[in-house]
């Protein structure tokens, strides 16, 4: 049976990929809120209990599963990545992130605002509050030090453009078409970079995929664990 493992995006944790740990057995999730570096989330990944897997990365995480396909090419039988670039940190998002910095290391930051939800959700999806409520809670009670933390690991995130031709395993790239904070145009993008790519952009989506289109992205994630 083809394993899955998934890394979460900033702030979230196992409950991002609830809908797709019920659907495939063999899944598994990985930690990413308590590493220093991106190096120590690489090497986090390097201990699932499976030989050759499918690579499933959010966000913040997709970035952690390029980094680690092109380190560890024999480990990966296939690369999805979900709302990340290959252009590293989106610059708006970066330059917000810069701004709010201070703050953050300082321990004051208090969690997912109203107003990034409405960021980060399609419109239809901000109005279903239990979605609002996972997202915030996800955060968790020790958001100030797990997002500095995972700032200083990957706000310089390493721009995999140049390298993916290097990959020996397909790659699947989905967005949201209406996702503010990766952009479906920079998902698309991927065409331009490894031409044997599938790029899938999912329609009244925002960055949230596995929240907002669970049944789509199974479906997707289907198809890549087939023999």
Do not use: W
């Amino acid at each position: 049976m083809t394993s899955l493992v998934f890394l979460p995006g900033t702030l979230c944790d196992e409950r991002l990929f609830k809908y797709q740990i019920e659907k495939f057995p063999n899944a598994h999730v990985v930690n990413l809120r308590t590493q220093n570096t991106l190096d120590e989330m690489i090497e986090t990944v390097t201990l699932v209990p499976y030989e050759k897997f499918v690579i499933v990365g959010f966000s913040m995480g997709g970035s952690v599963a390029q980094e680690f396909t092109l380190k560890y090419p024999a480990r990966v039988q296939h690369l999805v990545v979900i709302g990340s670039s290959a252009l590293g940190y989106p610059a708006h998002e970066r330059e917000i992130v810069l701004k709010a910095k201070p703050m953050i290391d300082k321990g004051l930051f208090k969690g997912i605002t109203e107003r990034r939800l409405k960021e980060f959700l399609h419109p239809k999806n901000y109005e279903r509050k239990e979605l609002r409520d996972l997202i915030q809670d996800m955060a968790g009670a020790d958001a100030a030090a797990v997002y500095s933390r995972q700032l200083n690991a990957t706000l310089d995130r390493p721009d995999t453009s140049d390298r993916l031709h290097q990959l020996h395993c397909p790659l699947t790239a989905i967005g949201g078409l209406d996702d503010r904070i990766v952009p479906a145009d920079s998902i698309r993008r991927y065409k331009d970079f490894y031409p044997a790519s599938d790029v899938i952009i999912l329609e009244e989506c925002g960055h949230f995929v596995p929240l907002e289109k669970p049944d789509e992205l199974n479906r997707i994630l289907n198809q890549t664990v087939q023999p």
